[in-house]
């Protein structure tokens, strides 16, 4: 049975990765294509800007023209070297004004997103019919070849147009043509929240699936570790009520045999010492059934028959009585309350509070100590022993039906594992509860309480 719960949870555990990994992998997809949606949207956007306002793209287009052809001339007249005619990108006049004008426009069609953009030089090629052609650079889009924007990056920026044009040189340089390439990147500040608002719903459904299948998943893994549980309990219990049973059995039927020879038939005193044995042996049998009736009834099907009662004399009557049938064992009293007045059950209580001294007994106590106190109109009765004591671990499970301490893996203290289940029970139908406190070789304290 272990070994199978444990394979299954092992199973249970390799599905729960793979499902989360594809539930990672939906999500990832649908991130990828909302950035790839909303990209687009921008692009269209952009476009249809510079499509709608000639006025910003006849600027662009001028003010660029203007600025190549200056390059060009100073490289092909002013003997300019490559890297200088590249340096002085960033630093023409006319970027500031048209980078405005741009900020302008995006600002209005796009008042809910702040927009930054850069419109970068990747190529630029003078060329002539009777020369090869010269490139002055030609390289990925990096941001030092800026001619318009405010973006200081490209990290997080995207590209919305590339811009390819062949132009005439300058009057003075009649005979060059100039081919450039510069493209358009935008950034939006925040996208990443914009993406997330988008994806919202989707990451709602995909954590509360995955959260859906551990909880179903622990739920399953606890339902079977309880049924093994049971079912050792009930392995437990039949083991040990027939050990019980055998020893009453055992002498019944050597107790009959015995009766059945005729020199024990004729000895009076020899015949009456062995039906005593069987009387008592009956009793015993009796007494284990009507333990186990007794123990399976519920709160709610114990039948109380509650009476006013002075709490301080009814405890003083159960100490007299367990006093003279353990004569060994000190009970000390330690009544913090007088003349207490409560509703309860003598019959049932009686039998709940002598469970608890009689398992103090079992587990080697030999002094008890029972004391009541008065705190917050709950009236409580501590009962405290000096015994081996019970490890924390298992305080939870001291109430269970047919749980009995084990000392390492035996049980040396014979018993149905019934007692304390029984307590509870009757503590609870008189809407009371019981409490532990213990640790092993320190002996436990159960307190009961109830409602003045």
């Avoid at 392995?235 to 055992?250: A, R």
């Amino acid at each position: 049975m272990k070994q199978r719960i444990n394979l299954l949870i092992v199973f249970s555990i390799v599905a729960l990765i793979t499902l989360s990994v594809v539930q990672c992998y939906l999500v990832k997809t649908t991130y990828d294509y909302k950035v790839a949606q909303f990209h687009t949207e921008i692009k269209d956007k952009i476009a249809l800007i510079t499509n709608d306002y000639s006025d910003i793209d006849s600027a662009y287009v001028n003010k660029k023209e203007l600025l190549y052809k200056k390059l060009a001339q100073n490289y092909i007249l002013n003997k300019k070297p490559k890297f200088e005619i590249e340096s002085t990108l960033p630093d023409h006049e006319s970027g500031s004004e048209l980078t405005r004008k741009l900020q302008l426009k995006f600002k209005r069609e796009f008042p809910d997103i702040s927009i930054n953009f850069a419109i970068v030089l990747n190529k630029f090629v003078i060329y002539n019919s009777h020369k090869k052609a010269d490139t002055i650079f030609s390289e990925r889009p990096i941001i030092k070849n800026k001619i318009y924007g405010d973006l200081s990056t490209l990290n997080s920026a995207f590209l919305v147009r590339n811009y390819v044009s062949t132009t005439s040189g300058s009057s003075i340089l009649q005979d060059y043509k100039l081919l450039t390439e510069d493209s358009m990147y935008v950034s939006v500040i925040d996208w990443e929240m914009i993406i997330f608002e988008r994806m919202k719903m989707v990451l709602l459904l995909s954590l509360l699936s995955i959260l859906t299948l551990i909880t179903l998943f622990v739920i399953a893994i606890k339902a079977l570790i309880k049924q093994k549980k049971v079912s050792d309990v009930k392995t437990d219990f039949i083991n040990n009520i027939t050990h019980e049973l055998k020893t009453p059995l055992t002498t019944l039927g050597i107790s009959t045999k015995i009766l059945e020879r005729k020199d024990i038939r004729e000895n009076e005193q020899q015949f009456n010492s062995i039906l005593n044995t069987i009387s008592r042996q009956n009793n015993r049998l009796q007494s284990l059934i009507d333990q186990v009736v007794a123990n399976s009834l519920g709160e709610n099907e114990i039948e109380l028959q509650k009476e006013k009662i002075d709490a301080e004399s009814f405890l003083n009557a159960i100490v007299a009585d367990f006093r003279i049938t353990y004569p060994k064992v000190t009970i000390e009293i330690q009544f913090n309350t007088r003349e207490t007045s409560l509703i309860l059950d003598k019959f049932y209580l009686t039998t709940a509070i002598l469970n608890v001294l009689e398992n103090a007994v079992k587990y080697g106590s030999n002094t008890i100590t029972i004391k009541t106190e008065l705190i917050k109109n709950q009236f409580n009765i501590s009962i405290k022993d000096n015994g081996i004591g019970i490890s924390k671990s298992k305080h939870s499970l001291l109430f269970d039906k047919f749980y009995r301490v084990e000392q390492g893996n035996l049980h040396n203290v014979k018993g149905l594992g019934l007692g304390l289940y029984y307590v509870n029970q009757i503590i609870k139908a008189h809407q009371g509860s019981i409490a532990v406190m213990s640790d092993l070789g320190r002996g436990s304290v159960f307190t009961i309480m109830f409602k003045v």
